[in-house]
């Protein structure tokens, strides 16, 4: 009876230590997943190991990215990333691509980021994490310089107005003043808008008023950014994978360095003749 009931004690304890083993076991595992899953974002070493950091943009976005009269790409979101990718140790690539697929560019991995003035919205985010908001930005009007039928943005029922296909066009569609409008044309690029305009082809253009008034600036067009009168306030990120977290977390140390040592504000002073980067 004692051999027996010794045997039972024995398979009793053996249960135990074995069912213990298992969950140690067990915890084990999920920790290497979690490992597993972090290791798995060699977002930055990629980078590091490419030497090169690729930038997607709509190279006729002035004065964020554009080209000049020597078909070099340059604006103030370009030197920006250069003085990023050389702090990272890398060259700075720069990749035009189609605006209107900017998303699905980058998510393929055509490019690492949308570096571009890309305007931080819900909808983006559900697709694409981004930095920390770098500039404000408005979506304004901008009309002929002898209209004086466009006021405000109230003025605009009967109007045609042009705006580039992205969040510039989902943001005038959603805005209450264009219902009436006549006709809303798309357009790839906001230059093809500006030339309607001054061909009386448009009444009106929506875009960011930080393209606007350097457009208006540097080709002395006869166009006027209606005052006071914005459709929406934005703000402006650097677009990343969804995967691409210490990309992203490296980019945003930079850029708050950047901050800290004045090198954002001479960046900024050199395109917008101010500081106008958030702090």
Do not use: H
Request: glycine fraction near 6%.
């Amino acid at each position: 009876m004692k051999r027996i009931s010794s045997i039972l004690l024995f398979i009793i304890f053996a249960f135990i230590v074995s069912c213990g083993g298992g969950n140690n076991t067990s915890s084990t595992d999920t920790n290497s997943a979690g490992n597993a899953t972090s290791a798995e974002d060699n977002s930055l070493q990629k980078v590091k190991d490419a030497g090169k950091l690729v930038l997607g943009l709509d190279d006729t976005f002035a004065p964020m990215g554009f080209r000049d009269e020597n078909g070099e790409v340059v604006g103030f979101d370009i030197d920006l990333a250069k003085e990023v990718a050389n702090r990272l140790g890398v060259t700075l690539e720069i990749k035009p691509i189609e605006w209107s697929s900017s998303i699905l560019s980058l998510n393929k991995g055509d490019v690492d980021v949308l570096w571009n003035g890309v305007t931080i919205n819900e909808a983006r985010k559900q697709q694409i994490n981004f930095s920390k908001p770098y500039l404000n930005n408005k979506l304004v009007i901008v009309k002929a310089s002898d209209d004086n039928t466009i006021n405000s943005k109230d003025d605009l029922s009967g109007k045609v107005l042009g705006v580039q296909v992205g969040s510039n066009d989902e943001a005038l569609t959603a805005d209450p003043s264009s219902k009436n409008a006549k006709e809303i044309r798309r357009y790839d690029v906001n230059v093809n808008a500006f030339l309607d305009l001054q061909a009386k082809r448009i009444d009106a253009v929506v875009i960011d008023e930080v393209a606007a008034q350097y457009y208006i600036a540097e080709k002395k067009a006869p166009f006027v950014v209606v005052e006071n009168s914005p459709l929406t306030e934005e703000l402006y990120g650097i677009g990343f994978r969804k995967s691409d977290a210490k990309l992203l977390a490296e980019v945003d140390r930079i850029l708050d360095e950047m901050r800290a040592d004045g090198t954002a504000a001479k960046i900024s002073e050199k395109w917008f003749a101010k500081d106008i980067v958030l702090k």
